[in-house]
């Protein structure tokens, strides 16, 4: 476990030298946008509450992905049904009223739910018709979008002025109302956070202590093994692509009671599924993991559009990404470093 | 044996003090190795030895960190596969090299494809010198056969002709006997003694002391990366060669005491399984395993075994018939089901079937279990019960290394089998099932497998034990049932047979009781 | 009867049109994956060849450069990807992932440096773009047989960008090497059971190179057959996830050169009939969104009754070592 981890530190740094070399050959200062992306991260309380808004999608997204990783399965379709969790969450939170205690949390449960279903679609397909869930989870992904525009346009959604559903009401909303005056108003602090990290900490127990989650282990790493000893191969396929799904719908969820308030239309989707997809791979598929990474992506990403100012293109941020990822791929090329590191490693307990 | 064939004063390979180190393991430790030609010699050593490794270095898969080669007495650097193909050394594999999706003209001709202009395969002529090969030495095949669809007798000569193909001199056969019938070793034999009339020299991989006996003319004994002696086997009893290659006196006898079976556990009524291209491979099969009896299966590879065992554990559907456990009938019931009905089985491929390589020990102790009281409670598992259970079982059973928490995937292949066999064992089954449970194990470990199936046997329990080793059929068993073609036409006292008689039978000829 | 026809011929073009990117990106798929590398990066190779394309004939004037220049270009991150999952054995689906964020990014931001901050490249003019060598014969015919139902259906259906015809010449190419040349055969080995080919002497490396390579290339000409031919520049949405509809049309067709062009006909059809359906010729109204959503409806129901189990080459996904126990 130790080597992951001095693995995917090495990894971040590398990526970020690449992301240094990539501003000197375009003619810029890297260490002077790396000081102003870092500063535009922590150094004002608005900063860190932005960050970490905007980091709270990717934890859950992330976790989705990591999660069918686990199970032996690619859920590219996180992004699809992030999509639906928001879709469901959109209308559940306007077109119902009723009182906070009971609508916030029907909400909640009725988007992941939905998006579990949404998951767990793609988990019968493979497990039923043999159908890889890398094709149909692309084919859903699409299909969630086009059929959350058509209902942001139903008459009964539309909001007239921006192209978008009318707002949930108050009290399907996760705003924490005693955090604005701290983080300023444009902050939108809200209970996503909250709730995801006890997300993780549930799923962590759920796939390494519980009966359930060994099994799902076992057929991701051996499928064969796993019916050989009894195990109900493509049932654990289905429940996997649901909690998933589930996991990426309350993403969702979060994102719209809490930040957006409506649903909007889109031309393409957002890409917190795909991103989910990096914070997995980064975060080496463990909650913990994907949990630590979502906040780096997100500061970065957050950081990258501060460089602006300096006339830096924000994409120099999916460079360093990229090469983060890239060099976790090959973190074969870190050997040597680790060898050198674990024999001072001896000599000192000596 | 005939000496005639061989030219004493022509060295084809020399190998002078070969050394080969993976990391800091020393598989092969300065070895010497002098084959003439027209001389069949034999490499013999247990699993893990190194013979495999000094073949593939000669064959050019591996490169010497020390010592040289001398072909037709020049000094040779074998680079790669082409360079050894190019001075005439011809391999076969003892896990084939075949693409199974090609036919059998595309793997012969793979890399030495015969062109007209622009790289277009020229196939017709493929086909002819495929054809003309097979008939010169006796060697037939389907050239536009698919490999998949071939048997592995089929399978092995097609991997010969590849060696021919190319021009082999000094062709290189690594464990080529272990898939192949009493019948078809004969004509192997008898291939190998016409090939080294026509001038070819032959080393043959073996740990099969009664092959090296019939057929080689030398034997080079390695033990432990190191070179023990070479023998001139006529000159020697296949007890000599075993205590070379073991290091110590070794018996061949399994100590058993008498034992009368008792009660009927396992009944296979009038079963008829379907294997994957819907053909009915196990047809009306009737088969009688008894309290305190072992009982083995003997056939060729592809007869239905497989297929049969599926059928009975759960992963593959019965099409009609009855498989009766202590008189109740479990066909097409759930594997968990079957399981807690008393059937435990040790799987033949233990890697793909018998555990999860990236679970740890712990892991994988449980793996049948993990769900039940006490390892689990309400859904939890409980850590404390699996791993105290998993350290009881490592060492009553000497798994090593006993750290319970390695990955399964770290551990040798005697030891996953050990892994395996604990558990197995351990669920107190009243049959258990056993496919090919030494395959590719040393003798330390094969007689640890043994000596558990007789326990179990001697506890009273059934056991039913599928082997395409006959040697093991014979010595472990009880009673021998022949299956051919997805029929038992043979069922007979172990005692009262021999090689020959059950060789027939599995090839289909003649009936015993 | 000539309503038929006029729609028959609108969804046909239209499918040669929307499919023909899709077929380059696909089939440089399916030479990685015969290889044995699995190649999820096609989309960004995709956008970067659509940008590349772009900006090459911005500057140098001459689509044909462009179109090549854009399979060089990413020929590059394919190279990448070859290093990555040859030399040191990489998790081939997370350098694919890697390659899908480097290579936007890396596009965008020289984008902006050589466009002045703009994410979008300059219009190519209409005489600067990749040719449709049938137009003028279509044309002179159509004056000369004004009102001919025939030639014009014809000519809705033909008369494309010289993309497309190539684009058929790549599939069946590459039909006639995987399946009839000495090259294809060891690729093919090589993906299905490396060690065999190894064995005889095959470079398993240096054919996963050539292979993997090649993907970005196709993948490159992919996406310029879209920025230079079908529209006349690049901005970020073009691609938008077109690389995965590639890579799901080559497991749809089974790594095979000619049933994934089928399968990439299969999704540009779709596209026309969502076209057709919204367009003037039909009577009625479907909300664009639903009609958005059919061709991957149509996709996933096509899947689940008629392909079955997918089987890709055996060695698939799997790191090639030699010289280990």
């Known amino acids: 476990m130790n080597e992951v981890l001095i693995v995917t530190l090495l990894a971040i740094l590398m990526g970020l030298v690449v992301g240094a070399v990539v501003l000197v050959l375009a003619g810029y200062n890297p260490a002077e946008a790396y000081k102003t992306m870092f500063l535009g991260i922590v150094s004002r309380p608005k900063y860190i509450g932005w960050t970490l808004v905007r980091s709270t999608p990717l934890i859950l997204t992330g976790l989705s992905v990591a999660f069918a990783f686990r199970t032996g399965l690619f859920n590219i379709g996180a992004e699809g049904q992030f999509m639906v969790g928001v879709l469901v969450a959109g209308v559940l939170g306007y077109v119902i009223e009723l009182p906070a205690i009971i609508h916030l949390p029907l909400v909640i449960i009725g988007a992941t739910v939905a998006a579990g279903l949404y998951g767990g679609l793609a988990g019968y397909f493979k497990a039923k018709y043999g159908v890889h869930e890398v094709i149909s989870t692309i084919m859903l992904n699409w299909i969630a979008l086009y059929f959350s525009n058509y209902m942001v346009y139903r008459p009964y959604l539309k909001n007239p002025q921006p192209e978008a559903t009318y707002d949930i009401h108050e009290t399907a909303r996760t705003t924490i109302d005693w955090l604005q005056p701290l983080l300023g108003r444009s902050v939108k602090a809200n209970w996503g956070l909250a709730i995801s990290i006890i997300v993780v900490i549930w799923v962590s127990y759920y796939l390494f202590k519980t009966v359930q989650g060994y099994e799902l282990r076992a057929v991701g790493y051996n499928k064969d093994a796993a019916e050989y000893a009894g195990i109900n191969v493509n049932n654990c396929i289905v429940k996997s692509m649901f909690i998933a799904g589930a996991l990426a719908g309350l993403a969702g969820a979060l994102h719209v009671t809490g930040v957006s308030f409506h649903v909007s239309k889109l031309a393409v989707s957002e890409g917190y599924g795909f991103n989910g997809i990096a914070v997995a791979l980064m975060g080496n598929n463990s909650p913990i993991g994907v949990l630590l990474c979502a906040l780096l992506f997100g500061g970065l990403q957050y950081g990258g559009t501060k460089m602006g100012t300096l006339g830096v293109p924000s994409e120099v941020v999916s460079i360093v990404i990229g090469s983060i990822i890239f060099l976790i791929a090959i973190s074969k090329v870190f050997k040597p470093i680790l060898k050198y590191i674990n024999k001072a490693k001896g000599e000192v307990v000596k | 044996m005939d000496y005639k064939t061989i030219d004493f004063n022509e060295k084809v390979v020399e190998m002078k003090q070969i050394t080969k180190k993976f990391g800091d393991f020393v598989a092969n430790d300065s070895i010497d190795l002098t084959v003439h030609k027209g001389e069949i010699h034999a490499l013999l050593g247990e699993n893990g030895a190194g013979k495999t490794t000094l073949m593939n270095i000669l064959y050019g898969l591996y490169h010497q960190t020390e010592g040289d080669i001398f072909l037709h007495g020049k000094k040779v650097d074998i680079k790669n596969p082409n360079v050894a193909i190019e001075h005439g050394v011809g391999m076969v594999h003892q896990h084939f090299m075949l693409v199974p999706i090609f036919t059998v003209t595309e793997n012969i001709i793979l890399g030495s494809e015969p062109v007209k202009g622009a790289g277009r395969i020229d196939l017709a002529k493929a086909r002819q010198d495929v054809v003309e090969l097979s008939e010169r030495y006796g060697l037939y095949v389907e050239p536009d056969k698919k490999i998949q669809d071939m048997s592995v007798g089929m399978q092995q000569r097609v991997e010969i002709l590849k060696a021919l193909y190319r021009g082999a001199e000094i062709l290189i056969l690594d464990e080529p006997t272990a898939v192949l019938t009493p019948q078809e070793i004969q004509e192997l034999i008898e291939i190998m003694h016409n090939l080294t009339k026509e001038g070819k020299s032959i080393i043959i991989i073996t740990h099969k002391l009664k092959e090296i006996k019939a057929s080689a003319d030398y034997c080079t004994i390695i033990r432990r990366g190191k070179k023990i002696d070479v023998v001139e086997v006529a000159e020697c009893t296949e007890e000599d060669l075993a205590s070379m290659m073991v290091g110590r006196e070794v018996s061949f006898a399994v100590d058993k005491d008498e034992k009368t079976p008792g009660e009927i556990v396992l009944e296979l009524k009038n079963l008829t399984v379907e294997d994957n291209r819907g053909i009915d491979v196990v047809q009306n099969l009737n088969l009688i395993v008894r309290e305190g009896e072992i009982l083995g299966l003997a056939g060729i590879d592809g007869n239905g075994q497989s297929e049969l065992i599926e059928a009975i554990t759960g992963l593959r559907p019965i099409k009609s018939g009855e498989v009766l456990i202590k008189g109740k009938n479990v066909a097409n019931e759930s594997v968990r089901d079957i399981f807690k009905s008393g059937i435990s089985n040790i799987p033949e491929d233990r890697q793909k079937h018998g555990l999860i390589l990236d679970f740890t020990i712990y892991e994988n102790m449980v793996l049948e279990n993990y769900q039940v009281e006490p390892f689990a409670k309400k859904g939890r598992l409980d850590f404390d019960k699996i791993k105290s259970f998993s350290h009881e079982l490592v060492e009553k059973f000497d798994v090593r290394p006993t750290n319970i928490d390695l990955r399964a995937g770290a551990l040798s292949g005697g030891n996953q089998q050990k892994v395996i066999i604990a558990r197995e064992v351990t669920n107190d089954p009243d049959i258990l099932i056993a496919t090919q449970p030494t395959r590719g194990l040393d003798v330390g470990a094969i007689e640890f497998v043994h000596k558990s199936l007789v326990e179990q046997r001697d506890k009273g329990k059934a056991v039913l034990l599928v082997s395409y080793e006959l040697d093991e059929v014979l010595s472990v068993s009880d009673y021998i049932a022949v299956i051919y073609e997805g029929e038992i036409v043979g069922h007979v006292n172990a005692k009262e047979t021999n090689e020959n008689a059950l060789g027939l039978m599995m090839s289909g000829g003649g009936h015993g009781e | ?325």
């Open chain 3, 1 to 325: 009867m000539s309503d038929f026809v006029r729609a028959f011929a609108f969804i046909l073009g239209t499918t040669l049109m929307y499919a023909t990117p899709l077929i380059y990106t696909a089939i440089g798929g399916v030479y990685s994956e015969n290889s044995g590398v699995i190649n999820i990066g096609l989309e960004g190779m995709m956008y970067v060849g659509a940008f590349a394309g772009a900006a090459i004939a911005v500057v140098t004037g001459n689509s044909w450069i462009a179109f090549l220049g854009a399979g060089v270009v990413s020929g590059l991150f394919g190279l990448l990807h070859a290093v990555a999952c040859i030399k040191f054995n990489a998790n081939q689906t997370v350098s694919g992932i890697a390659i899908n964020f480097l290579a936007p990014g890396i596009a965008l931001f020289v984008s902006r440096r050589m466009f002045n901050g703009a994410t979008m490249t300059p219009s190519v003019p209409l005489e600067l773009k990749l040719p449709r060598p049938l137009n003028g014969m279509f044309n002179s015919l159509m004056e000369t047989y004004p009102d001919n139902l025939l030639i014009e259906s014809l000519s809705t259906i033909f008369n494309q960008y010289i993309t497309v015809y190539i684009a058929f010449a790549v599939v069946f190419g590459t039909w006639y090497l995987l399946y009839k040349t000495r090259l294809g055969l060891r690729i093919r080995a090589v993906g299905e059971h490396p060690k065999a080919a190894d064995t005889v002497g095959v470079n398993v490396y240096r054919i996963r190179y050539l292979c993997v390579s090649a993907s970005g290339f196709l993948s490159g000409l992919g996406g310029a057959a879209l920025s230079i031919a079908i529209v006349s520049n690049f901005r970020p949405g073009l691609i938008s996830g077109q690389g995965y509809i590639a890579l799901a049309a080559m497991i749809f067709g089974k790594w095979k050169p000619r049933t994934t062009m089928l399968a990439c006909f299969l999704f540009g059809a779709t596209k026309g009939l969502q076209f057709f359906l919204g367009g003037p010729m039909v009577g009625f109204e479907i909300s664009a969104d639903l009609l958005a959503m059919m061709p991957y409806m149509i996709t996933i129901v096509v899947l689940l009754g008629f392909v079955g189990k997918a089987v890709a080459p055996a060695a698939s996904g799997k790191p090639y070592e030699m010289d280990v126990r």
